[in-house]
């Protein structure tokens, strides 16, 4: 079963610039979380979406965006990029179900450097 | 958001059961108790979760206080590769609030 596959794993913006990050999510499931690691802030929540649905949101601006698509797909964006943009971004995926005891399974990440 | 409190760090030797304490003393009812660990450069592994009772996996077991404040985390047999830093988080849905976690380092 293939995991959650994130893309690109690697990539340099400037400050001002624009970036997609897509994200794959495991075969059948339904929710897909994204999440911010950087060393100063640890993993912060941004979005989850289910069913082409925003389902929860973190505390981030709202240069931060997603969107799902009908296959479970997902992009995320993140405009008019800062330097404290720098950060390891996260894709989640798990069926999605709530309450949920579903396991969520991470990809593993797409690395953004802003300069 | 329910909060988690875990110790900073940890040492073991290799090949000894490792504990991993966990309080959560404001979990509510729906919140599943959730242990991830994270090796560097990549992205979070699932190790085990649970609600209630005591829950067995092929990776660890997670040991669950009858109030539910807390819950220990056990591998039975620490290699090095288990060194990482390892995330206990409640979460009722697919939002997980993650704190600093606790670095497992591992002796030979």
């Known amino acids: 079963k293939a995991g959650v596959t994130q893309t690109p794993r690697y990539l340099i913006k400037t400050r001002g610039q624009q970036v997609t990050l897509s994200c794959s999510p495991i075969s059948g499931h339904r929710s897909v979380s994204w999440y911010q690691q950087t060393p100063g802030q640890g993993l912060q929540f941004l979005f989850e979406?289910?069913?082409?649905?925003?389902?929860n949101k973190g505390n981030f601006p709202g240069r931060f965006s997603g969107r799902q698509f009908s296959n479970s797909r997902s992009e995320m964006n993140v405009s008019t990029l800062e330097l404290g943009d720098s950060a390891l971004y996260l894709c989640?995926?798990?069926?999605?179900?709530?309450?949920?005891?579903?396991?969520?399974?991470f990809g593993e990440g797409s690395w953004l450097t802003v300069v | 958001d329910a909060k988690t409190t875990q110790p900073n760090s940890m040492e073991s030797n290799e090949e000894e059961p490792v504990h991993l304490p966990c309080n959560h003393s404001t979990i509510s009812g729906t919140d599943y108790i959730h242990w991830y660990r994270q090796l560097p450069s990549q992205g979070p592994e699932y190790v085990i979760h649970g609600l209630t009772s005591n829950v067995n996996n092929r990776m660890a077991s997670l040991a669950i206080a009858e109030d539910r404040k807390s819950s220990t985390l056990i591998l039975h047999r620490a290699t090095l590769r288990d060194a990482a830093v390892y995330y206990c988080i409640l979460g009722a849905n697919s939002k997980l609030t993650f704190g600093k976690g606790i670095t497992l380092s591992v002796r030979p």
């Open positions: 979406y289910f069913s082409e649905t925003q389902r």
């Open positions: 989640a995926s798990s069926r999605g179900e709530v309450p949920s005891g579903n396991t969520i399974y």
